[in-house]
């Protein structure tokens, strides 16, 4: 085992949180690494620290914040009657226009039910560059099928 491995497992290693196989491995590593000795001091003094830390809780603060999210469960705020009709007028609104222009997009479609949206012939016009004379100017090359 590495060190760098045998560190990555060192705090689950000091709280016998490792597999058997594991924890016997990195207590093998513990026997001859310095390095890692010295790391493992050091989250002893650190687990050691922080264990000798007590901050008590404020009085009642479990109940103080059960009664306020009791509280709050009946006082989610409402919209008002009006924000709700006006989203959804505005979404049939935008059902209907975009409705209407793919009508008019796609009134073209042939007698097999397929729609032209546009002619090759159509892009004529466009300046030089354009992906329009791209399109105009592009010849599919004979024998593969288009």
């Known amino acids: 085992m590495t ?5 990555e497992r ?3 290693w000091l709280d016998r949180e490792l597999p058997t196989g594991e924890h016997d491995l990195v207590a093998a590593h513990l026997e001859g690494c310095d390095g890692c000795r010295r790391e493992l001091a050091l989250l ?9 830390l007590t901050r008590p809780a404020p009085p009642q603060l479990s109940e103080k914040v059960l009664a306020r999210l009791q509280a709050q469960q009946g006082q989610r705020p409402r919209r008002p009657w ?6 959804a007028a ?4 935008g059902m209907v ?7 008019d997009l796609y009134s073209g479609a042939s007698e097999n039910g397929v729609a032209e949206v546009a002619a090759l012939e ?5 300046p030089q560059g354009s992906l329009g004379t791209i399109l105009a100017s592009y010849q599919p090359e004979e024998g593969n099928g288009s």
Do not use: P, T
Not at 3 to 7: D, G, I, L, P, V
Not at 82 to 87: F, G, P, R, V, Y
Not at 122 to 126: A, E, L, Q, T, V
């Open 3 to 7: 060190c760098q491995e045998a560190r």
């Open 10 to 12: 060192l705090s689950a």
């Open 44 to 52: 002893r003094a650190l687990e050691a620290a922080l264990g000798g």
């Open 82 to 87: 009006w924000q709700s009709a006006a989203l």
């Open 90 to 93: 505005s979404l049939v609104l």
């Open 97 to 103: 226009l975009g409705g209407g222009v793919a009508r």
């Open 122 to 126: 159509d892009f004529h016009d466009f």
